[in-house]
C-alpha cells in the first residue's frame, strides 16, 4: 500500500466518501495483517456512497444508540471510532461506550491515543461525563492508549480490561 504521509491534524468526522480510496486501502491492509476476510469492501467499493450513509448518522446496534466516527487527515482515513450514546447490562460488563481502531498502516504513531482523546470530548458533547472503555488483556497498546487518556482501572470481565475515564470539557477553539 502506498502511503499519503498525512498533512496537519487528524480529526474524528462523520463518515464520508471523501475519504474512499485511503478508507478501502488501509482496510484492506488491516484485514490483511489480521488475517481476517475482505470480501465486504467489494460490495464497500461498488456502492461507496451506500455504505458510508450505513455508517451515518446516530443508528441503533447492541440495543443502544450509536454513532461512528472517521479519523481522518486531509483526505487520508487512519482508523474508526464509534461511541455508544448508554450502556446495556451486558455492554456495562464488557465492551464500554467507545470502541476504536486504527488501520494497520498507521498504527504504533500515536493516532489511536489522539483519537480516544477526541472522542472524550464528543461524548462530554453527548452528555456523558464517565466513559467506559474496554481492550482485550492481550492488547498492550490499547491499554497504554486508555491509560494514557485518564483511564483508570476498574477490574476485568469476560476477556476484557475495563477502564473509567472522565471526559473532556471540549475546547473553546474546537466548537
Not at 450505513?54 to 443508528?59: A, D, F, H
Not at 473532556?168 to 474546537?174: H, S
Amino acid at each position: 500500500m502506498d502511503l499519503v504521509e498525512p498533512v496537519g491534524p487528524a480529526r474524528l468526522i462523520p463518515p464520508t466518501v471523501r475519504v474512499k480510496a485511503s478508507y478501502l486501502s488501509g482496510e484492506r491492509a488491516d484485514c490483511l495483517a489480521r488475517g481476517t476476510p475482505t470480501d465486504w469492501l467489494g460490495p464497500a467499493s461498488d456502492d461507496f456512497d451506500a455504505f458510508v450513509e450505513e455508517r451515518s448518522g446516530v443508528r441503533t446496534r447492541w440495543g443502544v444508540p450509536y454513532t461512528t466516527f472517521w479519523y481522518v487527515c486531509g483526505d487520508q482515513y487512519i482508523g474508526t471510532l464509534v461511541i455508544r450514546h448508554r450502556l446495556t447490562p451486558e455492554l456495562a460488563e464488557a465492551g464500554g461506550h467507545i470502541g476504536y481502531h486504527v488501520v494497520a498502516p498507521w498504527q504504533r504513531q500515536g493516532h489511536a491515543t489522539r483519537m480516544l482523546g477526541a472522542a472524550l470530548i464528543k461524548c462530554r458533547q453527548m452528555g456523558l461525563e464517565r466513559v467506559l472503555v474496554t481492550c482485550d488483556v492481550g492488547n498492550i497498546a490499547s491499554r497504554k492508549t486508555i491509560l494514557a487518556n485518564g483511564g483508570v482501572a476498574d477490574g476485568q470481565a469476560r476477556g476484557e480490561y475495563r477502564f473509567w475515564i472522565r471526559t473532556q470539557e471540549p475546547d473553546p477553539i474546537d466548537l
